[in-house]
């Protein structure tokens, strides 16, 4: 049987091409009010990506809105456990919390969850999930037991988005943890590209236009934000255009 690229991911990557790097915001169904952040985002971001750690209970319903609300951009899920999945939805990240030490994050609640994926025929866009510090101090760390990578050892971030390349994945997402502190470092982003070539998703703790493009010209493909855009959904723009920025002249 052949397995096909779908339509969701042939759109990222034809926006990669053209454009150098890509801009996805998420949208957390738990958290209280996301509908000015959903009313502005069709104009900004490349992928609402829907998701969240501390369980969902409405995701069908705010699915279907968000649906509604951003037209032709895709709604890609990013499920924190085997709950976190729609018919609503276009794509999801099928994803291994890959440094989680519990084998129920790795492989077990994707297992889990792949038949639904299937019967939902959503398409799946398979990813490495990598927690970086400060990431155990985060939603995202505690619930997924997470040996996290310190950022003072970026060749580990680097060889595990390697193996994921050899597993299959063809992107990785180098997460801080949604509120984080601080972000992924710039290095570590730089030799994980480098190093292994994959699609590289970098989120948490990204804040400002000047902070994401930093992190793009140092190789990230993509950059998640979601709490800052929550407080104030006008910079989404700025993001945006710092995003973009980057992505030019990585293209250069
Ligand atoms: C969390 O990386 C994302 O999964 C976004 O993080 O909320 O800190 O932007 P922030």
């Known amino acids: ?26 949208v957390d169904p738990g958290d209280r009010d996301i509908s000015q952040v959903v009313e502005r ?3 900004y971001a490349d992928a609402v990506i829907v998701g969240g750690s501390i369980g969902v209970s409405n995701l069908d319903q705010v699915t279907r809105e968000i649906k509604k609300i951003v037209k032709d951009i895709p709604v890609i899920l990013f499920p ?19 440094n989680s030490s519990n084998t129920y994050w790795t ?4 297992t889990l969850g792949s038949l639904t994926i299937k019967r939902y025929s959503l398409e799946p866009i398979p990813m490495a999930y990598l927690g970086v510090e400060p990431v155990g101090r985060t939603a995202v760390g505690f619930v997924g037991e997470v040996k996290e990578i310190p950022q003072r050892k970026p060749e580990i971030a680097a060889m595990y988005c390697l193996s994921a390349r050899y597993f299959g994945m063809r992107w990785a997402y180098l997460e801080a943890g949604s ?23 970098v989120g ?9 493009y930093r992190k793009v010209v140092s190789g990230a493909d993509a950059i998640v934000t979601g709490t800052v855009v929550e407080g104030d959904p ?6 945006r255009d710092a995003v973009k920025r980057g992505g030019r002249e990585k293209l250069r």
């Open 1 to 26: 049987m052949e397995i096909s690229i779908g339509k969701v991911e042939r759109r990222l990557y034809s926006i990669l091409e053209s454009e150098g790097a890509l801009y996805f915001v998420l």
């Open 107 to 110: 492989t077990l609640a994707p």
């Open 179 to 201: 509120g984080a502190e601080y972000p992924v470092s710039d290095e570590m982003i730089r030799i994980s590209k480098e190093i292994s070539g994959i699609n590289i998703i």
């Open 80 to 98: 924190g456990n085997v709950d976190g999945l729609t018919p609503y939805a276009d794509a999801v990240f099928f994803m291994s919390l890959m």
């Open 204 to 212: 948490g703790g990204i804040r400002t236009p000047e902070v994401a």
């Open 41 to 43: 985002v069709g104009d």
């Open 234 to 239: 006008t910079i989404m723009e700025d993001i």
